[in-house]
Nanobody, 126 residues
Framework: QVQLVESGGGLVQAGGSLRLSCEASGGTFIRSTMGWFRQAPGKEREFVAAMAGSDGRTRYSDAVKGRFTVSRDNAKNTVYLQMNSLEPADTAIYYC???????????????????WGQGTQVTVSS
């Protein structure tokens, strides 16, 4: 049974940093694209960042480009999201997701991700 478990969320002041982790189990994810999405209160879930398993290619939303960095440790089946220069607008539940279909470029579409974690809350105070 595939499981994705996020950790690392919390409360931080604007300008601060957090690193989220997502550990995958129940399968091999080396070739999977691993993505991060977020959902703020009253808003739809949105794409944040992703890293392809094939060649490590990354993709970011415009809202986080230059501030967030996605990385992965395949030996640990873990993907990370380093979040710097956090803003109150980054407050949301952050979800990890896995796309098991081989793609040459990471997808930003929710529907293409097969497995999801339960989410971790990130709150940025002003």
């Amino acid at each position: 049974q595939v499981q994705l478990v996020e950790s690392g969320g919390g409360l931080v002041q604007a300008g601060g940093s957090l690193r989220l982790s997502c550990e995958a189990s129940g399968g091999t994810f080396i070739r999977s694209t691993m993505g991060w999405f977020r959902q703020a209160p009253g808003k739809e879930r949105e794409f944040v960042a992703a890293m392809a398993g094939s060649d490590g290619r990354t993709r970011y939303s415009d809202a986080v480009k230059g501030r967030f960095t996605v990385s992965r440790d395949n030996a640990k089946n873990t993907v990370y999201l380093q979040m710097n220069s956090l803003e109150p607008a980054d407050t949301a539940i952050y979800y990890c997701a896995a796309d098991r279909t081989y793609r040459s470029y990471p997808s930003r579409f929710e529907a293409e991700y097969n497995y999801w974690g339960q989410g971790t809350q990130v709150t940025v105070s002003s």
